[in-house]
């Protein structure tokens, strides 16, 4: 009767898997990558997950067969005291220490690219400003210049071109928010009072072929308040044309006379 | 207790306390799954004194015989005939409010299902004209969705938790915002294309929920459906109709007038209001096109606003302060924040807050930042708060003309980009970007 | 025993959250709108069939002939209080001075007069001159303040709204239910504005860069509303006779402003008072004593 609780635990390990691989086959898995850099990120997160996954598998095995082999009713035997395997404390201290170190110098080039290799010379140059809750955009404008009168605002609405090295100049004018475009693996914490850096280039608008303009989720990943939520807005690569025309549109609204 | 071994009352306290829980579990668990009420609108109470509207233990029939009988005495004691005549008023304002409350149902509905009077509603020739109730359903109600996706109770996924459901800007979240949401039973509304004493049109009201008023909490719907932000704004039109019809009829409670309850008086008395807004798009203030400028006629006009900014003229300077930074005055209210009273506090009121004249070097522009906007700011001033209207019309002509009106909004459009608003360091310019 | 011990505590997270649960005293009748006779109410009001209706106002139904006046004083009981001033706060003191009269409650020292009481009608069945006034009526302000305290206005009439300083004023009224008015004149200008509905009290004009600026107008359907002069009296001339008419009393600085308070004598109900005006006859009220404490 009391083995029952080793087969409880055992579906752990299989239900486990079995969402996992349901997920991956039903379309619950990552949202579609248009990002130049998403893959290695990507890549990591599988490494990862095969990694932590097999060792998963084994550890609940072994702790079923142990609690099955050991159970109170049908194994009558005393308990018997050990002081312990040093050579197996050695091994398992060993082997996850190094894992550890792979991973973290497996991962740093991509790290780098993502967070501190910034590019000198971006295509695109757009400051988004993160307040309660909304996502404020500026664009310099035509001459290239931000803080002068031909900058051209905008909210929640961030378009970039596709193809081109974007820069984004991330600020939050009262609390923590964090820029998240889920489709281009970005993640940056806007903290207030500083100025940071995101960089992301869409290899392509998206997976539909000859689609000139397509939109994405921008979302808001730290928690800053009641309307954290709702505090979406959305990113929409688009060709060149479209972009300039976006702009040229922004500009006529904004000088608007009548 | 005595008999038992001490393994067994353990179990035995152990089982009374799960018990116990299970049980006070159990009921809380009833109490909370009934089915909770419909939603209501909440009476318009502000500046009045809700004790006043409490009926006297006494029926009128009572009262009256009492009074007879006082008034047949030789020496009437006063004192007890105006406290009788003072409870006869309390009665009559209680049975205004009860009748003020039917009055409402019947020409306005209720949150989760609205209702306008026929002669009210959008004839088909004129779409700019009355309410589509169709919207009207769509925006009411609470919220769900329809098969193909439409949204329905947009105004409570997305405007009740600040707005409130009767639109007295006093939502749950109203309390941690400065500025206040707005309070729509007025009609008041600040941004607007319209001139001074007019109502904002179907197109502000849209401006507004597309792009959001900068520098306050009131975020920008430009990412829902048009269809979604037509139906809101009926919504808000709707409440805003509904908050006048609702002072209108409560003067007549205040005063211990009979409430009119037929369809004719008032179906009049809510084409006065209905009238103003169906009449505010030939309100709308379009400006004379500016010159086409160079760069040095460009410097020459905001030379010329600035100095009209300290002109004895415009009295830019008295609120706006020397430097346009908003230091000018002393603080005043607007006129939802003057009627704010400690009286109303059982219905939720929040304390008052002070309106400030704008700081024109911040770069924030609530009513939006387009040359027009600034423009119909300084043509029209702001509606409930304090910027005057300072452009000529036909009634006022000694105002400024458009070409003085176009040299201050020169100004004030350069003013951002001033060196002394120069910041420098992104930390200064995100002090600077505080409204 | 121990039940004593443990099953105290779900009982009391039980009676903690009831307790907390929200309550408000609210003033907001129960309406119950399945009730036949309110449904038939409300249908007659959507439809607009012949509905149940409450008559409006049998007062003003009377009919009589003829026209007349009431008049009547009202006077301070007590030491009249010296005019206090209010500081200008060094705002345009070329213009303004470093102070200015406080007008909110004036008393004659020499007859005890209080001024800008307002008396007014609150409904009549007919007028002696029903069309609207053609003069306009004139509001105008100079040296910081508005020259006339309270001003009667009918509604449709024209009221110029005149700036006799230098410099600019701006005069922000808002008339609830009717257009918003804040015009900003510069030193000598002047503005034309009217008022579609007639208001309950008289509303507040006030001035923003100047805020210790403050009047009051009062648009009103008829023209029977008096101001108080500064002897206290007031006169209103042509009254329907022979109807028993309400009238009303109002001081910005009485019991919220709607006048009761202002006279505790028998038949004054909260500011109110019934009268039947005689014809081609006078209707004196006296000199009627306003206590100190009526005074905010």
């Known amino acids: 009767m009391s083995r029952l609780w080793s087969l409880l635990f055992l579906t752990v390990p299989i239900v486990g898997v079995w969402v996992c691989i349901w997920s991956a086959n039903n379309g619950y898995w990552m949202p579609d990558d248009i990002s130049s850099h998403g893959h290695t990120i990507d890549h990591l997160f599988n490494f990862c997950l095969w990694l932590t996954g097999v060792v998963f598998v084994i550890t609940e095995l072994v702790l079923v067969w142990f609690m099955w082999k050991y159970d109170a009713k049908a194994h009558a035997e005393p308990v018997k005291y050990t002081h312990g395997s040093h050579n197996l404390e050695i091994v398992w201290t060993i082997i996850p220490s190094a894992t550890l170190l792979f991973i973290a110098i497996y991962q740093m080039n991509a790290w780098a690219n993502v967070k501190m290799r910034v590019p000198t010379d971006p295509d695109v140059e757009v400051e988004v400003v993160a307040r309660q809750f909304e996502w404020r955009i500026r664009y310099p404008g035509k001459d290239g210049v931000f803080n002068t009168r031909d900058d051209l605002h905008t909210v929640n609405d961030l378009h970039v071109p596709v193809g081109e090295q974007v820069m984004v100049r991330l600020k939050s004018q009262d609390v923590l928010h964090d820029f998240f475009l889920p489709h281009l693996r970005i993640k940056q914490d806007a903290v207030p009072g500083m100025v940071i850096p995101v960089w992301f280039k869409a290899e392509r608008v998206s997976n539909v072929t000859g689609a000139t303009s397509a939109a994405y989720d921008l979302v808001c990943a730290e928690l800053c308040g009641w309307g954290h939520y709702k505090m979406k807005g959305q990113l929409v690569v688009e060709t060149r044309d479209e972009y300039e025309r976006f702009l040229a549109d922004l500009e006529k609204q904004q000088e608007a006379t009548q | 207790?005595?008999?038992?071994?001490?393994?067994?009352?353990?179990?035995?306290?152990?089982?009374?306390?799960?018990?116990?829980?299970?049980?006070?579990?159990?009921?809380?668990?009833?109490?909370?799954?009934?089915?909770?009420?419909?939603?209501?609108?909440?009476?318009?109470?502000?500046?009045?004194?809700?004790?006043?509207?409490?009926?006297?233990?006494?029926?009128?029939?009572?009262?009256?015989?009492?009074?007879?009988?006082?008034?047949?005495?030789?020496?009437?004691?006063?004192?007890?005939?105006?406290?009788?005549?003072?409870?006869?008023?309390?009665?009559?304002?209680?049975?205004?409010?009860?009748?003020?409350?039917?009055?409402?149902?019947?020409?306005?509905?209720?949150?989760?299902?609205?209702?306008?009077?026929?002669?009210?509603?959008?004839?088909?020739?004129?779409?700019?004209?009355?309410?589509?109730?169709?919207?009207?359903?769509?925006?009411?109600?609470?919220?769900?969705?329809?098969?193909?996706?439409?949204?329905?109770?947009?105004?409570?996924?997305?405007?009740?938790?600040?707005?409130?459901?009767?639109?007295?800007?006093?939502?749950?979240?109203?309390?941690?915002?400065?500025?206040y949401p707005r309070d729509f039973r007025r009609g008041i509304f600040k941004f607007t294309s319209t001139s001074e004493s007019a109502k904002p049109t179907k197109d502000d009201l849209k401006r507004t929920l597309k792009q959001g008023i900068a520098g306050t909490a009131m975020p920008s719907f430009a990412l829902l459906p048009e269809a979604d932000i037509d139906a809101l704004v009926e919504y808000v039109k709707y409440l805003a109709l509904r908050g006048e019809m609702e002072t209108a009829l409560m003067s007549y409670v205040d005063a211990g007038d009979p409430v009119p309850l037929t369809h004719e008086e008032l179906l009049s008395e809510l084409q006065n209001y209905a009238s103003m807004w169906d009449s505010a798009a030939d309100e709308v203030i379009t400006p004379e096109a500016p010159p086409e400028l160079d760069e040095p006629g460009l410097l020459a006009s905001i030379?010329?606003?600035?100095?009209?900014?300290?002109?004895?003229?415009?009295?830019?300077?008295?609120?706006?302060?020397?430097?346009?930074?908003?230091?000018?005055?002393?603080?005043?209210?607007?006129?939802?924040?003057?009627?704010?009273?400690?009286?109303?506090?059982?219905?939720?009121?929040?304390?008052?807050?002070?309106?400030?004249?704008?700081?024109?070097?911040?770069?924030?522009?609530?009513?939006?930042?387009?040359?027009?906007?600034?423009?119909?700011?300084?043509?029209?001033?702001?509606?409930?708060?304090?910027?005057?209207?300072?452009?000529?019309?036909?009634a006022k002509p000694s105002g400024l003309t458009p070409t003085e009106i176009w040299n201050l909004v020169h100004y004030v459009q350069s003013l951002p980009y001033e060196p002394t608003s120069e910041t420098g360091s992104p930390e200064r310019s995100i002090q600077r970007d505080r409204n | 025993m121990s039940c004593s011990k443990y099953s105290i505590g779900p009982l009391l997270a039980l009676v903690i959250c009831v307790a907390g649960c929200e309550r408000r005293a609210v003033v907001d009748p129960v309406v119950d709108f399945d009730d036949p006779e309110i449904a038939k109410v409300v249908a007659a009001i959507r439809e607009g069939g012949e509905g149940s209706g409450s008559e409006d106002g049998g007062e003003a139904a009377a009919a009589g002939t003829g026209w007349g006046t009431l008049k009547g004083r009202f006077l301070f009981d007590g030491a009249a209080p010296a005019i206090g001033r209010v500081s200008t706060g060094g705002k345009d003191a070329d213009m303004c001075g470093d102070s200015v009269p406080d007008q909110s409650l004036l008393v004659d020292p020499a007859t005890k007069g209080i001024s800008n009481v307002v008396v007014f009608a609150r409904k009549v069945s007919r007028q002696k001159s029903p069309e609207t006034p053609t003069e306009p009526a004139i509001f105008d302000q100079k040296a910081c303040l508005f020259l006339t305290h309270v001003l009667p206005?009918?509604?449709?009439?024209?009221?110029?709204?005149?700036?006799?300083?230098?410099?600019?004023?701006?005069?922000?009224?808002?008339?609830?239910?009717?257009?918003?008015?804040?015009?900003?004149?510069?030193?000598?200008?002047?503005?034309?504005?009217?008022?579609?509905?007639?208001?309950?009290?008289?509303?507040?004009?006030?001035?923003?860069?100047?805020?210790?600026?403050?009047?009051?107008?009062?648009?009103?359907?008829?023209?029977?509303?008096?101001?108080?002069?500064?002897?206290?009296?007031?006169?209103?001339?042509?009254?329907?006779?022979?109807?028993?008419?309400?009238?009303?009393?109002?001081?910005?600085?009485?019991?919220?402003?709607?006048?009761?308070?202002?006279?505790?004598?028998?038949?004054?109900?909260?500011?109110?008072?019934?009268?039947?005006?005689?014809?081609?006859?006078?209707?004196?009220?006296?000199?009627?004593?306003?206590?100190?404490?009526?005074?905010?």
């Not at chain 2, 353990?10 to 006070?24: D, F, I, K, Q, Y």
């Not at chain 3, 000598?188 to 009051?216: D, L, Y």
């Not at chain 3, 022979?242 to 600085?253: D, P, T």
């Open chain 2, 1 to 179: 207790m005595m008999g038992l071994s001490p393994e067994k009352s353990t179990n035995r306290a152990a089982g009374e306390s799960l018990r116990g829980w299970a049980a006070a579990l159990c009921l809380l668990a009833a109490l909370g799954c009934t089915k909770a009420d419909p939603a209501q609108f909440k009476l318009n109470m502000e500046g009045l004194d809700p004790a006043d509207f409490v009926a006297s233990g006494s029926t009128d029939e009572a009262l009256a015989e009492r009074i007879a009988k006082i008034e047949q005495e030789p020496d009437p004691d006063e004192e007890q005939l105006s406290e009788l005549q003072n409870a006869q008023s309390a009665n009559a304002r209680a049975k205004g409010l009860r009748d003020l409350k039917v009055a409402l149902h019947a020409l306005f509905g209720t949150p989760d299902e609205p209702f306008v009077l026929k002669e009210l509603q959008t004839q088909p020739d004129t779409p700019e004209v009355g309410f589509d109730l169709a919207k009207l359903r769509r925006a009411a109600g609470p919220v769900s969705s329809l098969e193909d996706g439409t949204q329905i109770g947009l105004y409570r996924q997305h405007c009740v938790h600040c707005h409130g459901i009767t639109g007295d800007g006093v939502g749950p979240t109203a309390a941690f915002l400065t500025p």
């Open chain 3, 153 to 296: 206005v009918r509604t449709g009439q024209a009221m110029k709204i005149l700036n006799s300083d230098p410099k600019a004023h701006n005069t922000a009224i808002s008339p609830p239910g009717d257009g918003n008015i804040n015009p900003q004149l510069p030193g000598g200008g002047e503005t034309t504005v009217s008022f579609k509905r007639a208001q309950n009290a008289p509303v507040p004009a006030t001035c923003s860069i100047h805020p210790w600026m403050k009047a009051f107008v009062f648009p009103r359907a008829d023209g029977y509303v008096a101001v108080s002069g500064p002897d206290g009296s007031f006169e209103i001339k042509d009254l329907p006779a022979g109807e028993i008419i309400e009238f009303m009393v109002w001081h910005e600085r009485v019991g919220g402003g709607s006048g009761g308070g202002l006279v505790a004598k028998s038949g004054w109900n909260g500011g109110r008072f019934k009268l039947t005006i005689p014809a081609d006859g006078v209707e004196d009220l006296g000199d009627i004593a306003v206590p100190e404490a009526a005074f905010k």
């Open chain 2, 303 to 394: 030379e010329a606003g600035r100095k009209l900014f300290l002109d004895a003229k415009a009295q830019c300077v008295q609120c706006h302060g020397p430097t346009g930074l908003g230091d000018g005055a002393e603080k005043r209210f607007d006129v939802w924040n003057e009627a704010k009273t400690d009286t109303n506090l059982a219905f939720f009121s929040l304390p008052k807050q002070q309106l400030q004249p704008r700081n024109l070097r911040s770069g924030v522009y609530r009513g939006g930042r387009r040359p027009v906007d600034l423009y119909r700011r300084i043509q029209a001033g702001i509606k409930g708060a304090q910027m005057p209207s300072m452009g000529q019309t036909p």
